[in-house]
Nanobody
Framework: QVRLVESGGGLVQPGGSLRLSCAAS????????MNWYRQAPGKERELVAS????????IYADAVKGRFTISRDAAKNVLYLQMDSILPEDTAVYYC?????????WGQGTQVTVSS
């Protein structure tokens, strides 16, 4: 069982920054990948950024390349998403996702609202 708890969302002005955190607990030692997804109102959930355990490869959605940075503190078992140069279209609920053999776990989500 894996538990994921996101934090760090809130209201931010366009051009501002936020750092989302995802604290992971439980059986995460065999993880394959850890990811950030987001879901805007009326839209499907989409992948924002991903870290692979096997290759250490990091990928970003085209919409956030150069603005968002995914990282992981292995000692604390925390996944981060640094969001810079935030745009109104970044408004969404952001979800942390952890993939282990045979299962995919999700956090409860944290709301990011971009508005002036």
């Amino acid at each position: 069982q894996v538990r994921l708890v996101e934090s760090g969302g809130g209201l931010v002005q366009p051009g501002g920054s936020l750092r989302l955190s995802c604290a992971a607990s439980g059986k995460t030692d065999s993880w394959h990948g850890m990811n950030w997804y987001r879901q805007a109102p009326g839209k499907e959930r989409e992948l924002v950024a991903s870290i692979s355990a096997t290759t250490s490869q990091i990928i970003y959605a085209d919409a956030v390349k150069g603005r968002f940075t995914i990282s992981r503190d292995a000692a604390k078992n925390v996944l981060y998403l640094q969001m810079d140069s935030i745009l109104p279209e970044d408004t969404a609920v952001y979800y942390c996702n952890c993939v282990v053999p045979g299962r995919s776990y999700w956090g409860q989500g944290t709301q990011v609202t971009v508005s002036s």
